[in-house]
């Protein structure tokens, strides 16, 4: 009865898109957070599609930040779940989350039991499967929904998923994870809006290279291979830590899987998967984001809970700026010593190269360096969205085709802005520190998609921001 008291996905739904909650609504609500303090219990109860953040610049960071785990990585094991008919528990799990609420709900609308508690602990049954249909409006909230689609058809022989929505940072086509199916046997529909995928006697081993590299088609097919007959051999596939921490929790469920990491990835299948305990990674692009804001602010910051080894890329260009940073243990130090931050370029590219969720805030921070630097972006056509907002600071940024020049300039000034996708509301946020006086950004249900308490985090380590 307590384990249940303490359920916080209990109603697995994502308030981020619903202003108006009902008393009946919020009296349900209070009874699903149970253990949680009081400032959390007073979030849960608000839903925050009309919320803002109010930022007062200026302040330096000084402190310790907690590193949640990886929203990126969560997403894709919560889906990995439904392999199996036995309980998976999860631990370093990012709970509060809007996507993984969203995603908690669709799997129990699936039918799954979902369980999550305050200390980071999430329990997924998938002990049937009552309907393997993932419906438009549960996946319009959230593209990472697709990956149910794979797993789904490994296990149950049918699936029906709406095609996805998300953050309008441009296409992210499925294609690669229908021809990638398509070629261990499933026949695919695409008909009303809903990729429908069915298969007779199972899916078959199969080898498929794909065109472009794709982190989520990579995962959806490595999820589907792992019970299908024979060897499936993942060509040109990603190489992103969240792969591995993923392949990591499928042989930990008696997955055949060898080449996570490398750009090939073989499975072998098997019968059936059990159930496991399981650590999801750290998350690298909060990482990186509070790794920035140290910058900025000419601050000092221990990033508890985080790996080095994943921001490789970030590193060399943010030490190019007169940063410092180092591991220590299983933290992360950095600090600037109050010199001026040097302009430089980056590319973003897939990994291990520099991450496209990483090239809003690095932006951000090229605004108040000396000389100039550019920003190219090679994976979304729609990423630079920020770039008006940033501008209305005060920023000195020209667009040209896929890449954006930006021209240091003394100061930014608070005004207020509107967050258009996930990061860039962290870039606005990490702007809005060192601004000039004060700064609103609306729709900061982006935000809450994505990172973890960040007005209780920014605000323990020196931050002039609340939530309104």
Known sequence: ????????????????????????????????????????????????????????????????????????????????????????????????????????????????????????????????????????????????????????????????????????????????????????????????????????????????????????????????????KGTTILKNAAREPEVTNLADCLRQMGANITGDGTDTITIEGVESLHGATHAVMPDRIETATWMIGAALTNGSLRLKNANLDHLTALVAPLEKTGVQIEADGNDILVSRSGEKLIGTDIMTDPYPGFPTDIQAQFLTMLTLCEGAGMVTETIFENRFMHVPELCRMGADITIQGNSAIVRGVEKLKGAEVMATDLRASASLVLAALVAEGTTTINRIYHLDRGYEDIVGKLGNVGAKIERV
Request: with cysteine; net charge neutral; aromatic share 4%.
């Open 1 to 228: 009865m307590q384990a249940e008291q303490e359920n916080i996905w209990a109603s697995a739904e994502s308030h981020s898109h619903a202003p108006n909650t009902s008393n009946q609504e919020q009296a349900s609500t209070q009874e699903n957070v149970v253990g949680l303090g009081k400032e959390e219990v007073k979030k849960a109860l608000k839903p925050s599609g009309l919320d803002k953040l109010r930022i007062e610049g200026g302040a330096v960071l000084k402190g310790e930040i907690p590193i949640s785990g990886a929203k990126n990585a969560a997403l894709k094991i919560m889906c990995a779940t439904l392999l199996t008919d036995q309980p998976v528990t999860l631990t370093n799990m990012p709970v509060t989350l809007n996507d993984i609420k969203t995603l908690a709900q669709l799997l129990k609308h699936i039918g799954v039991s979902v369980l999550a508690r305050h200390d980071k602990t999430a329990v997924l049954h998938a002990r049937t499967i009552e309907t393997p249909v993932a419906p438009y409006d549960l996946v319009r909230k959230m593209r990472g929904s697709i990956l149910v689609l794979g797993p789904l058809l490994a296990r149950h022989g049918f699936a029906e998923v709406s095609l996805p929505g998300g953050c309008a940072i441009g296409a992210r086509p499925v294609d690669f994870h229908i021809k990638g199916l398509e070629a261990m046997g499933a026949k695919i529909l695409i008909e009303d809006g809903y990729i429908k995928a069915t298969t007779e006697g199972g899916l078959k081993g199969a080898t498929y290279t794909f065109p472009k590299v794709s982190h989520t088609g990579t995962e959806n097919l490595m999820m589907a291979a792992t019970l299908a």
